[in-house]
């Protein structure tokens, strides 16, 4: 099935997940995080959803590619209520305090992360006042409960999870 836009022809490629894809979105789906699109940026090619979570004081923004042209086809816009599941990558991994953070409040490409591992495996849950998925190999050897810290090393992968109503 074609995926629509507002371009000229109304229509792009149809975009297909593969079964890795899929199942990410599977095993995610209840780890998901569900908040409110903030930015969207489509000027160099695929889009890069912003999603902000949490309220007040604990709000924090996740950013992520759009990793299977879910935001396209589905036209997000900015105030839609969603649920994503973004992937990102850590770097320069050490020791944290415990304490959970963000630098800038926001989760992208080059932030400083510190929180608490919630989960670990092929796709690690830290909290850091909200729950971010890492990939696990980006983070060496970590055990449940340990405090980390981290760079995000880029832009995650956001995966766009369907919910009915």
């Known amino acids: ?23 990410f979105i599977e095993k995610w789906r209840q780890k998901a995080s569900r908040g ?14 912003t999603l902000r979570v949490g309220e ?15 935001a396209r086809k589905m036209r997000l816009a900015i105030g839609d209520r969603v649920t994503m599941a973004i992937e990102f990558a850590a770097k320069d991994v050490t020791k944290g305090s415990g304490r959970g953070r963000v630098n800038g ?16 495996g092929e796709i690690a849950m830290i909290d850091c006042g909200a729950d971010v998925l890492v990939r696990g190999d980006t983070l ?26």
Not at 56 to 70: K, P, S, V
Not at 105 to 120: F, I, L, N
């Open 1 to 23: 099935m074609p995926a629509y836009d507002a371009s000229s022809d109304g229509v792009v490629p149809t975009v297909m997940m593969d079964f890795e894809q899929l199942a």
């Open 36 to 49: 409110v699109v903030v930015a969207l940026d489509g000027t160099r090619g695929d889009i890069v959803v």
């Open 140 to 165: 060496g050897p970590i055990g449940e409960g340990d405090a980390v810290a981290f760079t995000i090393a880029a832009d995650g992968k956001a995966y766009l999870i369907p919910t009915r109503g």
């Open 56 to 70: 007040g004081d604990g709000r924090i923004d996740l950013r992520g590619r759009d990793a299977t042209g879910a």
């Open 105 to 120: 409040g926001v989760v992208g490409a080059g932030a400083s992360v510190e929180g608490v591992v919630k989960e670990t």
